[in-house]
């Protein structure tokens, strides 16, 4: 129960700030005349919260073996939270504004924190099916 909680917990609070965070605090710019690539960011940013957050309810009910899928998948899910600002649709060029200065880093502390977070209970896990395939030889 214990490395369940450790292993969904982060998952489900980091996406949901995932999710969160990019339609409040960290928001996109506003005054553009049409909506720049921050907006488009961010709403793509919202969604990949909201799937990581419900990996983390899912491995809530799930097995150990099951579970090292689900933290794979909430991995794979972080590094799109990375790429998206960054690489895939990005943010508006000037240096103060809103969503370079905010939404950006906010989104690369939260995307690094879930791959943390993710490969530890990743590890746990692995550790603890290694430990009771030995123990059943």
């Known amino acids: 129960m214990k490395n369940k909680l450790i292993a969904s917990l982060p998952a489900i609070i980091l996406g949901a700030l995932t999710a969160i965070a990019p339609q409040t605090f960290a928001h996109a710019c506003a005054g ?60 508006c060029q000037g240096a103060m504004m809103h969503c370079r200065m905010v939404m950006l880093p906010t989104l690369m502390v939260l995307g690094a924190l879930t791959i943390v977070f993710a490969a530890i209970a990743l590890v746990m896990d692995a550790k603890s099916t290694n430990a009771a395939a030995t123990r059943v030889r």
């Open 32 to 91: 553009h005349d049409v909506p720049g690539a921050c907006h488009y960011s961010a709403l793509a940013a919202s969604g990949v919260g909201v799937v990581i957050a419900l990996l983390g309810v899912a491995s809530l009910f799930v097995g150990t073996r099951e579970r090292i899928g689900l933290n794979i998948a909430v991995v794979i899910n972080a590094l799109l939270v990375l790429a998206i600002p960054t690489v895939l649709i990005g943010v």
